[in-house]
C-alpha cells in the first residue's frame, strides 16, 4: 500500500523534490513497523532499497570476532539509511537495528538509484553524507582501540556532546547502549557514570547530560591523564 506524501515532507533530503517526483516516490514507498531489537536492515542481504526513519530510533551495528555487538552510529526521525548498499547493489555494511519502536519507509532499491542519479541535488547530499558516515565510523572503530573502558567512555561522549567548555548531549543512549558501542558491559559504564556525575564533569536530567568540563574528558580520553580509580 503507497504512503502518504506527505510523510515525505519531513526528510530533508526529499522535501524539496518536485510534486510529481514526490508522489512518484510516495506510491512506490511501503511503510513498515518495527519492534525494539527488530532488524531494519541486513548485512546478509541484497537489494533492501533505502530507509526512511518516520518514528522511533534506529541504530547501525556490527559485530567484533568473538561474537560481541559494537554499536556505530544512530539513525534519528527525519534520517535516511541504507544508502551505500543503493549505490553498490552490495549487502548492508552492517546491521541497522530499532532501539525503540519505530515506523520506517522502504523505497525499492531501483527506484532510489535512479531518483539519486537523476537529481544532482539528492546526489550531493548523499555524498556528503557517505562521507561523513565514514569518518563518523572510523573515529568509532580508533576509539574501540583504546585500553581502557573509562576511557572509551570519555572519547565516546566527546563525540556525542561536540566542541565547547560545557556541552549538551539532548538525546543520551542508554547505558546499554553506550556500553555496545564502547565494548564493555552496562555495569561498567554505570560505574563510570556515577564516578563521572562524584567528580562533577556531568550532571543529568532524564534523557539529557550536560557535560561540564568537557576538558577532562579530552585530557582522559587522549591519555593525558590516568583514569580514575573506581
Do not use: W
Amino acid at each position: 500500500m503507497p504512503v502518504h506524501v506527505n510523510f515525505l515532507h519531513r526528510f530533508a533530503l526529499l522535501r524539496d523534490l518536485p510534486a510529481t517526483t514526490l508522489e512518484h516516490l510516495a506510491a512506490n514507498m511501503t511503510l513498515q513497523s518495527l519492534s525494539r531489537r527488530e532488524v531494519a536492515l541486513s548485512r546478509t542481504e541484497v537489494g533492501q532499497g533505502l530507509g526512511f526513519l518516520l518514528e522511533g530510533r534506529l541504530q547501525g551495528v556490527d559485530f567484533t570476532v568473538d561474537g560481541r555487538e559494537v554499536g556505530l552510529y544512530f539513525v534519528e526521525q527525519g534520517d535516511y539509511f541504507g544508502e551505500l548498499s543503493v549505490v553498490d547493489g552490495q549487502a548492508g555494511a552492517e546491521f541497522v537495528i530499532a532501539v525503540a519502536k519505530s515506523q520506517v519507509l522502504f523505497l525499492p532499491r531501483d527506484i532510489a538509484r535512479s531518483f539519486i542519479f537523476a537529481s544532482p541535488t539528492v546526489a550531493e547530499q548523499m555524498m556528503l553524507r557517505l562521507a561523513q558516515r565514514v569518518r563518523a565510523v572510523t573515529a568509532q572503530r580508533i576509539l574501540l582501540s583504546l585500553p581502557n573502558p573509562f576511557q572509551r567512555l570519555c572519547a565516546q561522549l566527546l563525540q556525542l556532546s561536540g566542541e565547547g567548555q560545557q556541552a549538551e548531549i539532548s538525546h543520551l543512549p542508554t547505558q546499554q547502549e553506550l556500553a555496545i558501542m564502547i565494548n564493555t558491559s552496562r555495569e561498567t559504564v554505570t560505574r563510570s557514570f556515577q564516578l563521572l556525575q562524584t567528580k562533577q564533569v556531568v550532571s543529568r536530567e532524564g534523557n539529557s547530560l550536560t557535560v561540564h568540563d568537557v576538558r577532562f574528558l579530552r585530557e582522559i580520553a587522549e591519555g593525558k591523564i590516568d583514569p580514575p580509580k573506581n
